[in-house]
């Protein structure tokens, strides 16, 4: 058996600063900025090698996606954009994933709740109430393909955020 970890990271705090602009424009605050270098770096620290990243198109995702490669020395050309993980459909999250390619071992997914926190309880035994922004829940299981993901639970898993260092 091989293993797989999938890491699911919510976006850093976005900022409420600016009128007339799209939700899915809304840029991260100062606050999410530093902590999402905060929790990449306690990534970094648990030695994570991502293969892939895979981010919503919201520039607070996306920007929080970026970090998190510059922290983990991830090539920033090589994020993926899906716009699946912004439409926030549990179903459709946990279907990419599935076809995550057996190559992959360590994958990141950035977007939002409440879709985040609904996917994180049904792979994992523990409950949350609550990914907080750029919170991690990392999930690793032994299966050799994704598409397995969800059929077992995981044999190891860490949710970690930002509060727990303040």
């Known amino acids: 058996m091989s293993e797989k970890t999938l890491h699911i990271v919510r976006h850093g705090k976005s900022s409420w ?31 994570v090698v991502p293969d892939r990243f895979i981010t919503s198109p919201a520039n607070r995702a996306l920007y929080t ?45 950035f977007g939002h709740n409440p879709a985040f926190t609904a996917m994180a309880n049904q792979l994992m035994d523990n409950y949350l109430d609550n990914i907080p922004t750029a919170g991690i829940v990392s999930l690793t299981y032994s299966i050799e393909s994704w598409a397995e993901i969800g059929k077992t639970s995981p044999s190891k898993d860490f949710f970690d955020y930002p509060k727990r260092y303040s």
């Open 17 to 47: 600063d600016y009128e007339n602009i799209s939700d899915i424009d809304r840029p991260l605050s100062p606050r999410g900025i530093n902590n999402a270098y905060l929790m990449a770096k306690k990534l970094s620290e648990r030695k």
């Open 65 to 109: 996606s970026i970090i998190f490669s510059r922290v983990l020395k991830f090539p920033y050309e090589k994020i993926q954009i899906s716009d699946s993980i912004y439409m926030g459909y549990t179903d459709d999250l946990l279907e990419l994933v599935k076809s995550q390619d057996k190559s992959v071992s360590n994958l990141l997914i």
